[in-house]
């Protein structure tokens, strides 16, 4: 769960198979990342062999990369060499890290039903599944068939870092909030996987004690009982010399990893799970120091993501609030993702149309402002838009009957 790019093929697969399960998505997506290909060996794909393929199964392609010559005297050496390596050996990439293996059929799927992207059970694309392929260009789908080297699917364009750093803040602010916040304030000469663990078991505790004052759900229930075993889990470790990996990177380097791609963490080593901030890294970590509660995180999406993204990247952006402005890039992000039946969520709409205004046209559009311009639209143009409740009375989707007409200047 390191690399965000394998994403992209998992919504694609759900996307594009009317039934799926959690065995044929990982199988799909294992299978499709550990094809071979034919190639020649480069100095850059040399250092990733020599520096992340340690299983047995990589011998024969060690052994060459052992004996390969930069000044080529033996000739060009051919060698077969799985679709992912590929890719994690481009060293234009944050991160060299992440590379799946068979056993990661059944743990990657789910990172996409945590975020949103896939609906739990049925295993059918959610709304965000297909926000996502809107951002996502098909030259970067073809390349989890074919290797296309200037189309690395494991990198992030900035539309889809904004999108997959709300849904991650949206699944886990809670916890990454709070120890960003430590990071930053206490490390300012970086840190590494073991650093980041060892202050979780503190920060699962004060999230276990928060929600357990309050009536929970079974499921909630059983979510805070695996934290209380987590942490118990990640202490044990504590002090330890480094094995290679254990219960506390298992649960720091999903936590941190993500943030490499999406360019709030430099790793000075791309092969080694250390960590700088980036000058955008530093604004999120300080933004969210102080989110620690659920109300708090989804408060903070709501009305100050767009903004804190403008200000952690220097992007020249001011707010847009008018209706008249908002509307018709509601219908832009609408026409992108709407289903079948003709409606999307709300916010999903938002988030689509907010990341568009912000790198397109230098405008701030929160998802909350952006929500009251679709309501006060609608209001004032009832033939053009339709909405639907969820159980709670709470407006939930929208569809556009008629595209609003461009605001005037």
């Known amino acids: 769960m390191q690399r965000l790019g394998y994403l992209k093929r998992l919504v694609r697969r759900v996307v594009a198979v009317n039934t799926s399960s959690l065995e044929n998505l990982g199988s799909d997506l294992t299978r499709t990342v550990m094809s071979r290909v034919r190639v020649p060996l480069s100095a850059d794909r040399v250092a990733y062999i020599r520096r992340r393929l340690y299983d047995r199964?990589?011998?024969?392609?060690?052994?060459?990369?052992?004996?390969?010559?930069?000044?080529?005297?033996?000739?060009?050496?051919?060698?077969?060499?799985?679709?992912?390596?590929?890719?994690?050996?481009?060293?234009?990439?944050?991160?060299?890290?992440?590379?799946?293996?068979?056993?990661?059929?059944?743990?990657?799927?789910?990172?996409?039903?945590?975020?949103g992207f896939v609906r739990a059970g049925t295993y059918s694309p959610n709304t965000r599944a297909l926000s996502l392929l809107h951002f996502t260009p098909e030259a970067e789908l073809k390349a989890f068939l074919e290797y296309l080297p200037d189309a690395n699917p494991l990198g992030l364009t900035r539309a889809q870092a904004l999108l997959l750093l709300y849904s991650l803040l949206e699944n886990d602010g809670e916890v990454v909030g709070p120890l960003f916040g430590e990071l930053v304030e206490e490390t300012a000469d970086g840190f590494n996987d073991r650093d980041a663990g060892d202050r979780l078991p503190k920060i699962y505790r004060a999230l276990i004690k928060r929600h357990r004052r309050r009536l929970l759900s079974a499921d909630e229930r059983d979510r805070i009982e695996t934290l209380s075993h987590a942490a118990t889990s990640i202490e044990k470790w504590r002090g330890q010399s480094y094995s290679g990996g254990g219960a506390r990177e298992e649960a720091s380097r999903p936590r941190v990893e993500p943030y490499a791609d999406i360019g709030l963490l430099n790793k000075p080593d791309p092969f080694r799970y250390s960590y700088t901030f980036t000058p955008a890294g530093v604004a999120w970590g300080e933004a969210l120091a102080d989110v620690e509660s659920e109300i708090h995180i989804a408060d903070f999406l709501a009305t100050r993501f767009f903004k804190t993204a403008a200000d952690a990247w220097e992007m020249p952006a001011k707010p847009l609030a008018d209706p008249e402005s908002i509307a018709p890039r509601l219908y832009r992000a609408w026409q992108a993702i709407h289903s079948a039946g003709g409606y999307a969520p709300i916010l999903e709409t938002a988030l689509v149309a907010g990341i568009e205004a912000l790198l397109e046209d230098g405008f701030i559009i929160e998802p909350a402002v952006a929500r009251e311009a679709i309501i006060a639209y609608q209001k004032a143009n009832p033939y053009e838009i339709r909405f639907t409740v969820n159980r709670m009375g709470d407006l939930a989707h929208a569809r556009f009957l008629e595209a609003p007409k461009p605001a005037s200047s």
């Open 57 to 115: 199964v990589y011998n024969g392609l060690k052994k060459q990369a052992a004996s390969w010559s930069e000044d080529g005297e033996d000739g060009e050496r051919i060698a077969s060499m799985e679709l992912q390596d590929l890719y994690l050996a481009d060293p234009s990439l944050p991160s060299q890290t992440g590379k799946l293996v068979q056993n990661d059929g059944r743990k990657y799927p789910p990172l996409g039903v945590s975020l």
